[in-house]
């Protein structure tokens, strides 16, 4: 139904509680570029719990790999720094939802060459930068599910 993109993810518990999200929703999990964690990482596998068989994973190189791979698809991506809200956005089926690293997230240029389908989850407290990845992950996919009435 959908697909989650993560961009070079750094800290593993919270790649494996996406895959399970992932596994959960029969949504396709992309990895993009090099992990700061190796995918057998004992605490990825245990956030993944028992679950890693029932998840899709697709391994990418890069976004040209990725994009290559789906050249007709639509990507949508996720941010802080943009004023466009998530729930403005109406999802389809098969879009690609893209987040980037913990500690930094997509590359500015990434952003602005998509800067018409860069979306960001408001925070109403100014002093805290960016929410958890597994929790902004959740909160978007099950919008999108929302939206298409597909649970």
Known sequence: MFNVVLLEPEIPPNTGNIARLCAATFTDLHIVGVTGFRMDDRTLKRAGLDYWDEVRLHRHIDFVDLYAKYPTSRFVYFTTKTDRKYTEWQFIPGDFLVFGPETRGLPKELLKMNADSSLTIPMPNRNVRSL????????????????NDSL
């Open 132 to 147: 958890n990845l597994a929790n902004s992950v959740a909160i978007v996919l099950y919008e999108a599910i929302r939206q």
